[in-house]
Nanobody, 123 residues
Framework: VQLQESGPGLVKPSQTLSLTCTVS??????????WSWIRQPPGKGLEWIGY???????YYSPSLKSRTTISRDNAKNTLYLQMNSLNVEDTAVYYC????????????????WGQGTQVTVSS
């Protein structure tokens, strides 16, 4: 499976981030696949944001849950990340990723990754 992120690149503080992950080589509704969003701030480690399962159920990092939504369009085979009330600490490279193992998703070690998209929060 191949994943390709896209997004605005630069977002102002307090605004909403919207990212897209286009999936090819497999269906996002394939049984037992989990689709995750992960980010890496500059100079820091990977941070798991959340996932959407093949069933459509979602789960989020507790620290980001209040302002994050992961969704999908089955017809377009596309995933979405929306994050509200951005601040400078949200500056990071954002990745979408996939694995058939929920454990791999949760420990931030999925088998398939997109190339990542840089998001900078700045006025």
């Amino acid at each position: 499976v191949q994943l390709q992120e896209s997004g605005p690149g630069l977002v102002k503080p307090s605004q909403t981030l919207s990212l897209t992950c286009t999936v090819s080589g497999g269906s996002i509704t394939t049984n037992y696949y989990y689709w995750s969003w992960i980010r890496q701030p500059p100079g820091k480690g990977l941070e798991w944001i959340g996932y959407i399962a093949y069933s459509g159920s979602t789960y989020y990092s507790p620290s980001l849950k209040s302002r994050t939504t992961i969704s999908r369009d089955n017809a377009k085979n596309t995933l979405y990340l929306q994050m509200n009330s951005l601040n400078v600490e949200d500056t990071a490279v954002y990745y979408c990723a996939a694995d058939q193992s929920l454990h791999s998703i949760v420990v931030v070690s999925p088998a398939s990754w997109g190339q990542g998209t840089q998001v900078t929060v700045s006025s």
